[in-house]
């Protein structure tokens, strides 16, 4: 491990967080630390990331000139000092200033008929399949361990239940089916989390129809959000707000150029941004794909019933 004292330069940075790291702050401390990103806790309690620069671009994260973190002592409660332009920890020294904004950028609905997004769910599906992680979502894994089938059977049961209850607009319907899911699997992120955070992105969109289900989950983030972890419940608080990881918001931007595509020609436009997004993470990036598709035929079908 290395003890010398090492400056990093800031590559990118959320222009939220930005903002927040070029006034003055105070001291935070260290959440938690993985081999590409440390979890970092501002003096005001909210949850940030110190990302390595390939991690991606992400709301509240600062991408930063190193590939990983693994080389130097940074352990979970240590302190953090935020000044202005600067944060400090142990052995570490990151200089804000030259970071580039980054916004999240998403495309509308409104356009987007009925069977264009029913063919866009399609296309995601079968791609999510091919090269997604089992083990969420998507099913348990081979020779998966009894708990992990437990928790699977759960996760399908509890989308089922989701999409029952959003389609007959049945808001307590919703927040049972959130319930169902929120906090449900291993990990920062569990996986009835990140399917969560594929439709919570949906319903921030223009001309979305799924207004009620944002509702219902905003309103449990905030009664339950103790179900959770700090970084899942953030992640779904800023899905609401329309910011998600940046490889997600290139599915997403990708979606509006498949018009008038059948299904296999629109997987072949989106394949590279959703082989990205599927990387995030062990079944994170399968996982919140896995809640656009179903994010997607929702909007399909609550569209088909206004017609």
Not at 39 to 50: H, I, Q, S, T, V
């Amino acid at each position: 491990m290395r003890s010398t004292h090492a400056v990093f330069r800031a590559l990118s940075c959320d222009a939220v967080l930005l903002a927040h790291l070029r006034a003055p702050l105070g001291r935070g401390r260290v959440e938690s630390t993985y081999h590409r990103v440390l979890n970092l806790l501002l003096p005001d309690g909210r949850l940030m990331a110190l990302a390595g620069r390939d991690a991606g671009d992400a709301p509240w994260t600062l991408v930063v000139d190193t590939p990983h973190w693994s080389a130097y002592d940074i352990e979970a409660g240590q302190p953090v000092e935020f000044t202005p332009g600067r944060i400090a920890l142990p052995g570490i020294e990151i200089d804000v200033d030259p970071a580039e904004e980054w916004h999240t950028i998403l495309p509308a609905l409104g356009d987007l008929t009925p069977q264009h997004l029913g063919v866009a769910a399609r296309s995601l599906y079968a791609l999510t399949r091919a090269h997604g992680e089992f083990g969420g979502m998507l099913g348990a894994s081979r020779n998966a361990w009894p708990m992990e089938s437990v928790v699977c059977a759960a996760l399908d049961e509890g989308r089922a239940a989701l999409t029952r209850a959003v389609l007959a607009r049945d808001p307590a319907g919703i927040r049972d089916g959130v319930l169902a899911l929120l906090g449900l699997g291993p990990g920062l992120t569990p996986a009835g989390d990140d399917f969560l955070t594929g439709i919570a992105v949906l319903s921030a969109l223009d001309g979305t129809r799924l207004g009620p289900f944002a509702t219902v989950l905003g309103d449990v983030l905030d009664e339950r959000s103790g179900r959770t972890t700090l970084l899942s419940a953030t992640t779904l608080r800023e899905a609401l707000a329309g910011r998600v990881r940046a490889s997600l918001a290139d599915v997403l931007c990708a979606i509006p150029a498949t018009r008038r595509q059948d299904t296999a020609q629109a997987a072949d436009a989106l394949k590279n941004p959703v082989r990205r997004a599927l990387a995030h993470g062990h079944t994170s990036g399968t996982d919140t794909l896995s809640g656009l598709v179903t994010g997607l035929h929702l909007e399909k079908e609550l569209r088909g019933q206004q017609l």
